[in-house]
């Protein structure tokens, strides 16, 4: 018998596998393909305190081995998504991660205070999304900032946080380390890479936005680099993510010091992947013996 | 209805036009619940491009269990697509979005394509029991799919080139030709300025209008929010003045939409 669980600040994960925000929107659209108690966690799509109409169109642009995004953080506000999507994903098996956006860290405390009461395991706390003007990145790349937001945010969240980091920084150490000294719970990096993509033709910038997030597998060898930066410079569980795409990226992330993963844009070529990589993870367990995945996180020193 | 990923087999493939191409694929569980108007997403074998490409499906062969996908080369991905040979496997997901609405019989539907958006019209020729008129604009006399609208419906051509027709696009043809009244409906595909031409005649004329839209996808299933398109009242499941193009539309009745 295998145990997959892990646990991250105190919340036990049916299994390390969990989707990445802004990927699988509120579980339902993969509901048809993914039974969704299969995963060890759902992160939503990122919510803020009002409704966003998020960036014009075109919004994504495929990259070699990759894509950029810059959807600018569409959603319909916490009250529409505490009331729909929050008893939609309590019919399943799995826990709820709901990430959390703003402008302002009035705006995320806000979002926050409104989720007090609600039945979510863990927030997420975007401070690292790169396609908006106000908020987002502007807190990810400053120590100081970042220490400051999460010490706020943590103050008045009822459940335990994950600070979401940027990886558009000169040293993740120094970020994480100052989400841990802001009292984070948790960190999860990495969020996309700022990237451009030019069409020659039409001799213009392909996104509306002109720069996008980048994701998918060209970025995994970055991610897998700062996770284990990071996982050697703080005490905290770091979810690990970017460019996951089959149970060995997954388990990459384990063996350099994540404790979970997430799952983000491999959902748009695959929709089955979050429970392919699952699967992948206890096919790779059986095969070498390994009885507990938690002999797995770190193990690569 | 739901929606499958499958491996298909490519039945056959032909070029119709510069840089056009008819592909038939065998996908029964797919073919078998799909309607007119609506589309698949088709996958790279280049493991580089990892997005599908949104192909609108030009017909539906039930029984036979196929579809036909007649798509333009407009990069790598749909180039790679028109290498494919019979026996070759395509990855396929469908059926995606919504089809056009019904159409009463004792209307006058008026199908209007251009250019690559004049596949997705031909099986909703086939599919409408009323009065049809196809109004199809190309760039030039490469007049692919016209003869066979011809078996289904009265055929009104423009070309950009006036080589044949009405020189000019759809919206001349109709000018041209007097073509609608108010028992008239329109099903348009084609580019945004085209259905935003439509949208306005549609509104000063009073006439039922309804347009198949583009844009730029990643999942095609309605989480990502990259194909939004602008709605004039907040759409209730964004909560904003947007709706999905791939999971609400691709068809929406013209005075839903901002173009």
Same mark, same amino acid.
Request: glycine residues 10%; charged residues 25%; negative net charge.
């Given at each position: 018998m295998i145990d997959t669980r892990v646990t991250i600040a105190g919340v036990e994960l049916k299994n390390p596998v969990m989707t990445a925000s802004g990927t699988f929107g509120s579980g339902e659209e993969y509901s048809e393909f993914v039974d969704l108690s299969r995963?060890?966690?759902?992160?939503?799509?990122?919510?803020?305190?009002?409704?966003?109409?998020?960036?014009?169109?075109?919004?994504?642009?495929?990259?070699?081995?990759?894509?950029?995004?810059?959807?600018?953080?569409?959603?319909?506000?916490?009250?529409?998504?505490?009331?729909?999507?929050?008893?939609?994903?309590?019919?399943?098996?799995?826990?709820?991660?709901?990430?959390?956006?703003?402008?302002?860290?009035?705006?995320?405390?806000?979002?926050?205070?409104?989720?007090?009461?609600?039945?979510?395991?863990?927030?997420?706390?975007?401070?690292?999304?790169?396609?908006?003007?106000?908020?987002?990145?502007?807190?990810?790349?400053?120590?100081?900032?970042?220490?400051?937001?999460?010490?706020?945010?943590?103050?008045?969240?009822?459940?335990p946080i994950i600070m979401k980091l940027s990886p558009n920084v000169t040293d993740i150490t120094v970020m994480a380390k100052a989400a841990e000294a802001g009292g984070a719970d948790a960190v999860s990096l990495i969020n996309t890479l700022t990237g451009m993509k030019i069409d020659i033709h039409k001799r213009t910038f392909t996104l509306a936005n002109k720069t996008g997030g980048m994701s998918g597998p060209a970025i995994k060898p970055i991610a897998v680099r700062m996770v284990y930066q990071a996982a050697n410079a703080v005490k905290l569980p770091i979810i690990g993510m970017g460019g996951i795409a089959t149970a060995e990226d997954?388990?990459?992330?384990?063996?350099?010091?994540?404790?979970?993963?997430?799952?983000?844009?491999?959902?748009?070529?695959?929709?089955?992947?979050?429970?392919?990589?699952?699967?992948?993870?206890?096919?790779?367990?059986?095969?070498?013996?390994?009885?507990?995945?938690?002999?797995?996180?770190?193990?690569?020193? | 209805m739901s929606k499958i990923k499958m491996t298909a087999k490519v039945v056959s493939q032909e070029m119709i036009g510069t840089d056009i191409y008819s592909m038939w694929i065998q996908a029964e569980g797919i073919a078998a619940q799909t309607r007119a108007g609506q589309f698949v997403s088709v996958?790279?074998?280049?493991?580089?491009?990892?997005?599908?490409?949104?192909?609108?499906?030009?017909?539906?062969?039930?029984?036979?269990? %196929?579809?036909? #996908?007649? =798509? &333009?080369? @407009?990069?790598?991905?749909? /180039? $790679?697509?028109?290498?494919?040979? +019979?026996?070759?496997?395509v990855t396929v997901l469908g059926p995606l979005g919504n089809g056009f609405p019904e159409i009463a019989a004792d209307r006058h539907a008026f199908l209007i394509g251009g250019g690559i958006g004049i596949p997705p019209m031909l099986e909703l020729a086939k599919e409408l029991?009323?009065?049809? %008129?196809?109004? #199809?604009? =190309? &760039?030039? @006399?490469?007049?692919?799919? /016209? $003869?066979?609208?011809?078996?289904? +419906?009265?055929?009104?051509?423009?070309?950009?080139?006036?080589?044949?027709?009405?020189?000019?696009?759809?919206?001349?043809?109709?000018?041209?030709?007097?073509?609608?009244?108010?028992?008239?409906?329109?099903?348009?595909?084609g580019p945004t300025p085209m259905l935003r031409a439509l949208k306005a005649f549609a509104a000063e004329h009073r006439i039922e209008c309804w347009l198949s839209l583009e844009e730029r996808m990643a999942c095609g299933v309605g989480a990502c929010l990259a194909c939004v398109c602008q709605t004039g009242e907040v759409d209730a499941h964004s909560n904003v003045h947007n709706k999905r193009i791939c999971k609400d539309g691709p068809v929406f009745e013209a005075g839903e939409v901002e173009l």
């Open positions: 995963l060890g966690a759902v992160v939503t799509k990122g919510v803020a305190n009002v409704p966003w109409p998020g960036n014009p169109t075109p919004r994504v642009a495929e990259v070699y081995g990759g894509m950029l995004n810059a959807i600018g953080l569409q959603n319909p506000g916490v009250d529409v998504f505490a009331r729909r999507d929050i008893p939609f994903l309590k019919r399943y098996d799995t826990k709820i991660v709901v990430n959390v956006c703003g402008r302002t860290a009035e705006d995320y405390i806000d979002v926050v205070e409104r989720l007090g009461d609600e039945p979510v395991d863990l927030l997420e706390i975007n401070i690292s999304c790169p396609n908006v003007k106000e908020g987002g990145i502007a807190f990810g790349q400053d120590p100081k900032a970042v220490e400051d937001i999460t010490r706020q945010v943590k103050s008045h969240a009822r459940q997954a388990i990459e992330f384990l063996l350099a010091g994540a404790t979970a993963v997430s799952v983000g844009t491999a959902n748009f070529f695959n929709p089955c992947a979050t429970v392919e990589i699952v699967e992948g993870i206890e096919n790779y367990m059986k095969k070498y013996g390994i009885a507990d995945v938690k002999e797995l996180i770190g193990a690569v020193r | 996958y790279t074998k280049d493991a580089s491009k990892l997005l599908p490409r949104p192909i609108s499906i030009c017909e539906i062969d039930r029984e036979a269990g %196929t579809l036909r #996908l007649v =798509y &333009r080369i @407009a990069g790598g991905g749909t /180039k $790679e697509f028109s290498g494919y040979r +019979a026996g070759d496997t029991h009323c009065e049809k %008129t196809a109004v #199809l604009g =190309y &760039r030039d @006399a490469q007049l692919f799919l /016209k $003869e066979e609208f011809e078996s289904y +419906a009265k055929v009104v051509v423009a070309t950009e080139d006036g080589s044949v027709g009405t020189k000019g696009n759809v919206l001349d043809a109709i000018r041209e030709q007097g073509l609608t009244d108010s028992d008239s409906v329109i099903l348009a595909c």
